[in-house]
Nanobody
């Protein structure tokens, strides 16, 4: 079972930016799909951004498209989420995850089952 440790969350004003990081150990990212999920207060966890393995194709939920950018550094075995123009509705816990099978598209959200503890993002004035 790989270990995923998210960091970089915090309190930010609307319109601000944050960069989340996710250090992965026990599994080499290689060409595996990666993703970030968001769990808003009182709601279920949902996928918001992902990156496929072989070509690095990215996919974003409509709610974050144009504002968030997912990236990976395979040399550091780390996944990132750059979050810009943050809104109150972006508040919640963010989790990164890895799909240990490069045959699947990254936005098949139900297939992800490796989770860290998450990092809290609060957007408020």
């Amino acid at each position: 079972q790989p270990r995923l440790v998210e960091s970089g969350g915090g309190l930010v004003q609307p319109g601000g930016s944050l960069r989340l990081s996710c250090a992965v150990s026990g599994l080499t990212l290689g060409s595996y799909p990666i993703a970030w999920f968001h769990q808003a207060p009182g709601k279920e966890r949902e996928g918001v951004a992902c990156m496929g393995g072989s070509r690095g194709t990215t996919y974003y939920a409509d709610s974050v498209k144009g504002r968030f950018t997912i990236s990976r550094d395979n040399a550091k075995n780390t996944v990132y989420l750059q979050m810009n123009s943050l809104k109150a509705e972006d508040t919640g816990v963010y989790y990164c995850t890895v799909l240990e099978d490069s045959e699947y598209v990254c936005y098949d959200w139900s297939l992800y089952d490796y989770w860290g503890q998450g990092t809290q993002v609060s957007v408020s004035s």
